[in-house]
T-cell receptor
Framework: NAGVTQTPKFQVLKTGQSMTLQCAQD?????MYWYRQDPGMGLRLIYY???????DKGEVPNGYNVSRLNKREFSLRLESAAPSQTSVYFC???????????FGEGSWLTVV | AQRVTQPEKLLSVFKGAPVELKCNYS??????LFWYVQYSRQRLQLLLR??SRESIKGFTADLNKGETSFHLKKPFAQEEDSAMYYC???????????FGPGTRLSVLP
């Protein structure tokens, strides 16, 4: 039982490049989330999916897109990376919105 | 709107000293409050939630609705408690979590 797994763990991108962060959970959770963590800013919600087939914007969605591929998987895409998107990204899941959230190990992304 | 504040960015205490990490919230309904901990370069993990009223690793937290606070306490800090601590709130009907900005606890030997 791995919980929430996300890939890649580390990535360096050039400005303007695109990439997708992959996330999967094996806890049969309905809700999944993408957060970014920046020094002094705490955790900020980018997008979430309350249940399979739905996605909604969080606090800082600009520059990102998401896909809830199925119940297990929720990917985050940066279409044209910018240095402001340098951050640590955490995928997370919960049984339903508002329940305890379980986090992945994080993906360290640097945009140069 | 729901909001969580943690007034201290950094809190340093000596080993064996009591520690209190402050958390205040604003929410019009009856929220559910959580504390998450993140050890160095690890994932965030749930430390405790107010609804379960349990003590984890010696930490406790009491929800004070009058003061809208959910402070995290431990009577005797240990060096292994050094970590980043996030207070979080979940609103009625399953609205999404809101996390506070976090407090870095440093326990000195």
């Amino acid at each position: 039982n791995a919980g929430v797994t996300q890939t890649p763990k580390f990535q360096v991108l050039k400005t303007g490049q695109s990439m997708t962060l992959q996330c999967a959970q094996d806890m049969n959770h309905n809700s999944m989330y993408w957060y970014r963590q920046d020094p002094g800013m705490g955790l900020r919600l980018i997008y979430y999916s309350a249940s399979e087939g739905t996605t909604d914007k969080g606090e800082v969605p600009n520059g990102y897109n998401v896909s809830r591929l199925n119940k297990r998987e929720f990917s985050l895409r940066l279409e044209s990376a910018a240095p402001s998107q340098t951050s640590v990204y955490f995928c997370a899941s919960s049984e339903w919105p508002g329940n305890t959230i379980y986090f992945g190990e994080g993906s360290w992304l640097t945009v140069v | 709107a729901q909001r969580v504040t943690q007034p201290e960015k950094l809190l340093s205490v000596f080993k064996g000293a009591p520690v209190e990490l402050k958390c205040n919230y604003s929410y019009s309904g009856s929220p559910e409050l959580f504390w998450y901990v993140q050890y160095s370069r690890q994932r965030l993990q749930l430390l405790l939630r107010h609804i379960s009223r349990e003590s984890i690793k010696g930490f406790t937290a009491d929800l004070n609705k009058g003061e809208t606070s959910f402070h995290l306490k431990k009577p005797f800090a240990q060096e292994e408690d050094s970590a980043m601590y996030y207070c979080a709130l979940s609103g009625n009907y399953g609205q999404n979590f809101v996390f506070g900005p976090g407090t870095r606890l440093s326990v000195l030997p």
